[in-house]
């Protein structure tokens, strides 16, 4: 199926007069052929997973949640605010408060947009992509106003974080803990969901609401369950970004993570072990992608144009087809 | 359903992980070829096709080109201030380049963090105000022709407001602006000049809107500092107005009837010196320092003349101009007050290189105030 | 006093209704859409084609006609293959309408990378003649560039097509109740591609409007999630032509409003007054959800509302 997708890209490339072969080659070698490029396709990955657990976990309950980005900038912001104030603490006080910072902001910014839900029956899509833009451009209100760096000449960024409060990388690469944060995190999602009554309970009311109901399952909250636990695995992404990559809070430390989370979550079925498997392909892709423009002069929206014909193709082949009497 | 997600996605990851490790060990016709040419890397945050800040490098990196030899150019454009710009910084390394122009202010930590990996590499960055053994940054005070096009504005404008379509209120914004309403007060005091900024480097349909706000307002004269620049002159081409232009005198296509003149880069020059000299091995006239200068280097100019700018007025902004590059006359030299009455440079006093780029104050004639 | 009170309020509007129109087109063609029962989040995507291709053919050509006719037909081209998703293949609508939404951005921004330095003369603007010297509202409604004024005659065109003709009729039968629509031998199908398509043709002159008139410019992403607006502002509207005109236009005014504070001197954070018109579209959003969901059509409540 995915492979359907490469072949159409590959005809987009070929209409264009380029060598879609040598986009190929140059995507995986630029991610794949080198260890550093291999560490990068990590990188990329982290935030993917965790965003992508962000979509995966509402859409367990039949919510569609696109804010990954949103509540990804709001747990960097949380983060943030930990890492400025709290800055004389001490590494392994400053980092586990940033964690919990991230999550709880993420989970903040995914617990108003299910309450909108609830409370006013506001459609989750559209209030979390509105969402999404109202929170990137708080990160850029604070960068450049309460937070500005004194000595940074006006430019948009905040002081740059202590030691204490970055998380390491691992070597000589840009891999960090956050890698374990989303292994873990995905671990427990799928713990959780096969193996434990709230799981059950999830997966009833996706398959035989009309059950749900009669059972008496909590749907409204679940419904607020979710989505704040999705928002916290995004805002836990933003925390990551800040503190281990950027080392500070600037506008533009999410490269998208938040719609390509979405994608990846989609592609994965929802499920957290191919949600590890489609970040990592999206990782090469991604990676790959920057890679095609140097050599090759294309622009890094190609990649987007494979992501988006995968994502059409797997809808459309009716994998993600909800079998029922009055979809009509 | 999921297990064959999950074999699918197994099975591609395999074969490009396959694939991956066996291609660099296959023989690449292109590479022999360029494996004596010295690489050189530039790097955009925005599309090169800007006719702005953007296409401007990138008009510096076509001179280069054509002007030096035995050199190889790699480019990456729409790299954002992020830390992906390490990742294209490495990946251009990684093809071999040995010498790194990084255009954009954001990319200033980037690229000491990857010079402090690559001790031999030199990256050199537009505008920044740190540098490190293998880092140096490059600037031109572009300032200097906005003050010669706030004298012809000054003269042209029938209104007597002048408009400013800003993006951010950094120093480098406001250096432009008061050079702007400075050099426009000088020739004629009535002169007001109102700024609006959008928030954002580059959003068309906000640009737009500004620039109609301004106009609306009896702005006759428009000028911006935006990285793409095109709406903005474009709306003052629709509504009969003038304009001021900014990074290049090539926008003048979008606004024939009201083009005064603008500032203009010709980084051409100043990126074969660069080059050269890394490549001949003299690095050390390029990294651990700032470089920066004005009108006399040639790197940045007054763009040419429209038919809006009457005769008389070009001769003065020429006389000006030959006054600055003599070191006759100096913009910004005292004594300057900003818009609230506070004296900012006393007599006789000439601005030194922190005051100009700490830069956060308006001068006399501007209205409202710099916001937070 | 007044008078800058007066002067700044009539600015403000002209900019609301200018700002207002490509909302409005794209509102237009969504209210169709949905009153058939298809909700297309791809409206977003539909407006970039239209920007995009607009402007490429008005970059060759230099014909408004052709190009408006151009990005028409693009919007409608990538709306058709959501309508397939959805309508044939039965995927989820909006999953399907943000993977639209994906796959216009990378098309357009590969297709429109050499027309960024490409110049066009635009589309004119046209003062109508008695009208536009009304005191007060002359300027605000009267003095814009021909496709605003095409907006607000679409919006009187739908309102009479939707609620007085029989075709309208058709429409709003197959969006509130498709299977007896389709027991009464309507063509259900049909009837929501041809729709679907009218939505696309909408949001493809919405972005039009953008590159060719608006800016006279193509960026990538130009449109800046103006699409989800609209598809917000929708349920505001009650999916009525009327409302959609009125809250395209105060859309346009938190939009213009902080540029034009700031033109006159009144100095306040750009970035915090930048959200407004997206914290209103939210709170209209709210307001239509609480307040007009009688007025939903059937078809499309398990869409917005589907939950387990």
Known sequence: ???????????????????????????????????????????????????????????????????????????????????????????????????????????????????????????????????????????????????????????????????????????????????????????????????????????????????????????????????????????????????????????????????????????????????????????VISVGGDMIQISLNLPYATVNILMALIFFIVLGSGFLRKPSLESL | MKNWSLAVTARMILAGAVLGALLPAIPCRADAQVKENFKVGFIYVGPKDDFGYNY??????????????????????????????????????????????????????????????????????????????????????????????????????????????????????????????????????????????????????????????????????????????????????????????????????????????????????????????????????WVNRHDRGGLETGQIDIAPFGSAAPKETQTAVLKKKKEIIDGKYVVFQGPMQDNKGVVRIKEGEKPSFEFIETMNWYTEGVVGDVPK | MIEIALALIQGVLAAGVRAGTPILYAMLGEIVSERAGVVNLGTDGAMLMGACFGFITMAHTQDPFLSLLAAALAGAGISLIHAFMVVTLRANQIASGLALTFLSLGITSFIGRPYVKRAIDGIAQWSVPVLSKIPFLGPILFRHDILVYGAYLCALLIWFFLFYTRGGLVLRAVGENSSVAFAMGIRVRRVQYLAVAFGGICAGLAGAYLSLAYTRTWVEGMTNGRGIIAVALVIFSAWHPFWGAIGAILFGTTFAFQLQLQARGMTLSPYFLDMLPYLFTLFALLMGAKMRRHEMPEGIKKVFEEVG
């Open chain 1, 1 to 283: 199926m995915a492979g359907a997708a490469f072949f159409l890209l590959g005809l987009f490339l070929l209409f264009f007069g380029h060598n879609p072969l040598r986009a190929f080659m140059e995507i995986l070698q630029g991610s794949l052929g080198s260890s550093y490029g291999r560490s990068e396709v990590l990188v990329r990955a982290i935030p993917l997973m965790l965003c992508a657990a962000a979509t995966a976990i509402p859409a367990r309950v039949g919510l569609l949640n696109v804010g990954g980005e949103g509540q990804l900038h709001f747990g960097a912001l949380a983060a943030t605010w930990g890492a400025l104030t709290f800055s004389a603490l001490p590494g392994h006080l400053l980092i586990p408060l940033l964690v919990v910072l991230g999550i709880l902001g993420g989970a903040l910014a995914g617990l108003v947009p299910a309450l909108l839900r609830t409370g006013f029956g506001a459609n989750e899509t559209i209030t979390t992509l509105l969402l999404n833009y109202v929170i990137t451009l708080i990160v850029e209100y604070m960068v450049r106003g309460p937070w500005k760096d004194p000595t940074a000449f006006n430019w948009p960024y905040t002081p740059e974080f202590t030691g204490a409060a970055r998380l390491s990388f691992y070597g000589t690469t840009r891999v960090h803990a956050g890698l374990w944060f989303a292994l873990i995190g995905l671990l427990l999602f799928y713990f959780v969901l096969e193996r434990t009554r709230i799981g059950y309970e999830i997966r009833v009311m996706r398959d035989n609401p009309e059950a749900a109901r009669r059972a008496g399952i909590p749907i409204v909250r679940y419904i607020l369950l979710t989505m704040c636990v999705g928002g916290a695995f995004a805002g836990l992404a933003g925390m990551a970004e800040v503190s281990a990559i950027q080392g500070r809070l600037r506008p533009g430390i999410s490269a998208g993570f938040g719609y390509t989370g979405f994608l990846v979550s989609w592609l994965a079925l929802h499920h957290p072990a191919g949600i590890v498997l489609m970040a990592l392909l999206f990782g």
């Open chain 2, 56 to 285: 401007e490098h990138d008009q510096g990196r076509i001179y280069l080109e054509k002007n030096l030899a035995g050199i190889e150019v790699i480019t990456a454009e729409n790299i954002p201030e992020t830390a992906e710009v390490e990742r294209v910084m490495e990946q251009m390394i990684q093809k071999g380049a040995k010498l790194i122009f990084a255009t954009s202010y954001g990319y200033l930590d980037s690229a000491i963090n990857v010079g402090r990996r690559h001790p031999d590499i030199v990256l050199v960055h537009a505008g920044g105000f740190k540098f490190s053994p293998n880092v140096g940054t490059y600037w031109r005070y572009i300032y200097n022709p906005m003050y010669l096009s706030g004298l012809a504005a000054g003269k042209v404008t029938k209104t007597n407001i002048l408009g400013f379509v800003a993006a951010h209120p950094i120093p480098q914004t406001l250096q432009n602006i008061n050079a702007l309403t400075y050099g426009a007060r000088s020739v004629n005091p009535k002169v007001t000049m109102r700024v609006i900024y959008t928030g954002e480097w580059c959003n068309p349909a906000k640009a737009a809107e500004a620039a109609n706000t301004l106009a609306e307002l009896g702005a006759d004269v428009l000028s911006q500092h935006q990285d793409c620049p095109r709406p903005v002159v474009e709306t003052a081409a629709k509504r009969g107005i003038y304009t001021v232009g900014y990074h290049s005198g090539d926008l003048q296509r979008f606004n024939e009837k009201g083009w005064i003149t603008g500032a203009d880069w010709k980084w051409g020059t100043l990126y074969v010196q660069i080059t050269k000299d890394v490549m001949e091995g003299h690095k050390e006239k």
